[in-house]
């Protein structure tokens, strides 16, 4: 007589995703289809009225705008220098195998939110040469157009300099530096590359599609 031998399954451990992570993810989703509303707009403009469209980005600053550029994807660069930090649970500097200092999270984030500042900065500036030059909000299509554009991408890196004011001010709080800490810099870094995507393609639009 024979016996079968039975064997249980073995344990398998399921990596559930993080749910802030995906929630955010799926909110930038949804920025994405509102800039995408701004995109055509602007486009709806330089179709209908060709000529207003040339009058008016002959008044735009286009080695300017490409400085404050570089600045803003300077910034990104620095937000994941400083997700790498909080992914080695580092959350300030320390001395490093052979003993040089080593930049941590807060360090990072805090250059991020430097250059996210002047960035901001340099387009009010942008904005008061434009009104001085004659082109307010309410100019013309275009001038809304612009102005509403580039503000609410203005706001969004705003949003993302109290975002790193927060994440800064938790890192010193808690006791801890833990995962959690971690992720929710991660998280904030999404939100800043996006933004800084975004506004990628509104400089090539804006400034260079004539």
């Not at 031998?5 to 451990?13: L, N």
């Not at 486009?43 to 000529?51: D, L, M, N, V, W």
């Not at 250059?111 to 901001?120: D, E």
């Not at 100019?139 to 809304?144: F, G, Q």
Request: net charge positive.
């Amino acid at each position: 007589m024979t016996t079968s031998a039975t064997y249980a399954p073995a344990a398998r451990t399921i990596k559930r995703p993080n749910p802030v992570a995906v929630g955010t993810i799926v909110w930038l989703g949804s920025e994405v289809m509102f800039f995408a509303g701004l995109f055509a707009i602007y486009f709806t403009i330089r179709s209908t009225s060709p000529e207003l469209w040339a009058s008016r980005t002959e008044l735009l600053n286009v080695p300017y705008a490409t400085v404050n550029t570089i600045i803003l994807v300077l910034s990104s660069v620095t937000c994941q220098m400083g997700v790498f930090a909080a992914e080695r649970m580092q959350p300030y500097s320390a001395p490093n195998a052979k003993g040089r200092k080593r930049w941590g999270m807060v360090e990072w984030f805090w250059l991020t939110f430097a250059l996210g500042a002047i960035f901001v900065s340099g387009q009010v500036w942008e904005y008061a040469q434009l009104v001085a030059e004659g082109m307010p909000i309410s100019a013309d299509p275009y001038a809304s157009a612009f102005y509403l554009t580039t503000g609410f991408h203005a706001l969004h890196v705003t949003g993302g300099l109290i975002a790193f004011l927060l994440v800064i001010g938790r890192a010193f709080a808690v006791k801890n530096f833990t995962h959690k800490e971690a992720t929710t810099s991660i998280v904030v870094s999404y939100y800043w590359h996006f933004v800084d995507v975004v506004w990628i393609v509104l400089f090539l639009v804006i400034y260079f599609l004539r």
